[in-house]
């Protein structure tokens, strides 16, 4: 949920299957940014990165990932 109170709209699982991490190249999956927001995260165990997602729309952008702990 936004601050708002309303959903994110979920990402079809279709655009998921082709999407990438643009870091690691590895595969995406949906989770969770440290602030509680939606996100898409990178599957690989080494460097399990997570990118916002915001209004649906994912934000595969290097500068806008958060490394996972």
């Given at each position: 949920m936004t601050d708002s109170g309303?959903?994110?709209?979920?990402i079809e699982m279709n655009l998921l299957?082709?999407?990438r991490c643009p870091v690691t190249g590895a595969a995406l999956r949906p989770?969770?940014?440290?602030?509680?927001?939606p996100a898409l995260v990178s599957a690989n165990p080494?460097?399990?990165i997570a990118y916002p997602?915001?209004?649906g729309v994912p934000l595969l952008l290097e500068?806008?990932?958060?490394?996972?702990?």
């Amino acid at each position: 949920m936004t601050d708002s109170g309303v959903s994110e709209p979920a990402i079809e699982m279709n655009l998921l299957a082709i999407l990438r991490c643009p870091v690691t190249g590895a595969a995406l999956r949906p989770g969770t940014m440290p602030d509680g927001g939606p996100a898409l995260v990178s599957a690989n165990p080494d460097r399990p990165i997570a990118y916002p997602v915001r209004s649906g729309v994912p934000l595969l952008l290097e500068h806008e990932a958060v490394m996972l702990n």
